[in-house]
């Protein structure tokens, strides 16, 4: 069973991931575009599998605790609501550049 420390930590991981723009760049230096657009939805497809296991983490101590503070803002909650935001609006960036090189390749 993982500790709340763990999580904590892999939670600021995750955090600053999304907070570090840089993470964000195609520019991975293969001089192939389409290459680098493949290698790019890689490395975010294993972030994406972190946020499933955090979330997963997250619920396992939840039922471990099994009590609700009434009252009392849930700071991870919030974190994971605004990575799921951050997830949505990369996807969509993703999927906007999918557009831009298919109507490169196909000019």
């Known amino acids: 069973m993982i500790k709340s420390n763990e999580l904590n930590t892999k939670l600021e991981n995750v955090s600053t991931w999304f907070n570090d723009k840089s993470s964000f760049t195609t520019n991975?230096?293969?001089?192939?575009?389409?290459?680098?657009?493949?290698?790019?939805?890689?490395?975010?497809?294993?972030?994406?599998?972190?946020?499933?296991?955090?979330?997963?983490?997250?619920t396992d101590i939840e039922q471990q605790n099994e009590f609700i503070i009434e009252e009392k803002p849930n700071i991870v909650e919030e974190q994971f609501v605004e990575i799921d935001s951050k997830w949505a609006q990369l996807k969509d960036k993703i999927q906007e550049q999918d557009v831009q090189s298919d109507n490169t390749i196909a000019n």
Request: hydrophobic content about 30%; glycine content about 4%.
């Open 28 to 58: 991975i230096g293969t001089n192939n575009e389409l290459e680098d657009i493949r290698i790019f939805k890689e490395h975010l497809d294993d972030k994406y599998i972190d946020i499933i296991n955090l979330k997963q983490d997250y």
